[in-house]
C-alpha cells in the first residue's frame, strides 16, 4: 500500500526565517511526486510535479527537491501570505490515483 | 475559466436523510474523483471515475455511490447519510497523461 508522510505537522516561522518542510513516500513505481498549497475553506492548489530523483524545481520562494525516498519543500525568506497548509501527494506506477499526506501547517509570522 | 466546479457549497443533513454532491467541470478532463478530507486524516479518495460511464472505488467507498453519465460531471450520492460523513468534500479532474490534479472549492457537509 503507498504512503506518504509530511513533517512536521505544524511549523511556525517568522518573516525571512527560511525552513524547510518534509515528505517522505513509500509508493510502488512512482510516477509523479506533487506539492499542493491549500489555503483555508477552499481546495488544494497545484504547484509542482516531480518525476525523478534529482529534479528540482522553482516557484518564487519555493522550492522543491525529490531524492528516491523523500521530497523536501523549501521555503526561502517566507512571507506571511505563504501561510497555508502544504500537501504533499504520490502517484503510483499502476493507477492514477494521488496518495496524500496529512499536510504540513504553515504559519509565517510578521 | 470555471474549472471545478461543486456544488452546494454547505449542507446539513438529518442522520437517514439522502443527498447528491455535483462537481462539474470544463476542461475536458478524462479523469474525475472524489475527495474527503478530515481534520488529522489528510485527503482520502471515496471513488473515482476513468471516463464517461466509467466509476471505480476508492480507499472510503461504504456508504457512497457514484454516477458519470456525462464527461462534464461526477455525481457523489449519499443514500442514507450518518455523522460519520461529516466532512469536507473535493472533487478533483485530470487528464491522463497529466498529473496534476484540479480541485473544487469543497462541499462542507455536516449530519445531525
Known amino acids: 500500500e503507498d504512503q506518504v508522510t509530511q513533517s512536521p505537522e505544524a511549523l511556525r516561522l517568522q518573516e525571512g526565517e527560511s525552513s524547510s518542510l518534509n515528505c517522505s513516500y513509500t509508493v510502488s513505481g512512482l510516477r509523479g511526486l506533487f506539492w499542493y498549497r491549500q489555503d483555508p475553506g477552499k481546495g488544494p492548489e497545484f504547484l509542482f510535479t516531480l518525476y525523478s530523483a534529482g529534479e528540482e524545481k522553482e516557484k518564487e520562494r519555493l522550492k522543491a527537491t525529490l531524492t528516491k525516498k523523500e521530497s523536501f519543500l523549501h521555503i526561502t525568506a517566507p512571507k506571511p501570505e505563504d501561510s497555508a497548509t502544504y500537501l504533499c501527494a504520490g502517484r503510483g506506477g499502476s493507477n492514477y490515483k494521488l496518495t496524500f499526506g496529512k499536510g504540513t501547517l504553515l504559519t509565517v509570522n510578521p | 475559466n470555471a474549472g471545478v466546479t461543486q456544488t452546494p457549497k454547505f449542507r446539513v443533513l438529518k442522520t437517514g436523510q439522502s443527498m447528491t454532491l455535483l462537481c462539474a467541470q470544463d476542461m475536458n478532463h478524462e479523469y474525475m474523483y472524489w475527495y474527503r478530507q478530515d481534520p488529522g486524516m489528510g485527503l482520502r479518495l471515496i471513488h473515482y471515475?476513468?471516463?464517461?460511464?466509467?466509476?471505480a472505488k476508492g480507499e472510503v467507498p461504504d456508504g457512497y455511490n457514484v454516477s458519470r453519465l456525462k464527461k462534464q460531471n461526477f455525481l457523489l450520492g449519499l443514500e442514507s447519510a450518518a455523522p460519520s460523513q461529516t466532512s469536507v468534500y473535493f472533487c478533483a479532474s485530470s487528464y491522463p497523461l497529466e498529473y496534476g490534479y484540479t480541485f473544487g472549492s469543497g462541499t462542507r457537509l455536516t449530519v445531525v
Open positions: 471515475s476513468v471516463g464517461e460511464g466509467t466509476t
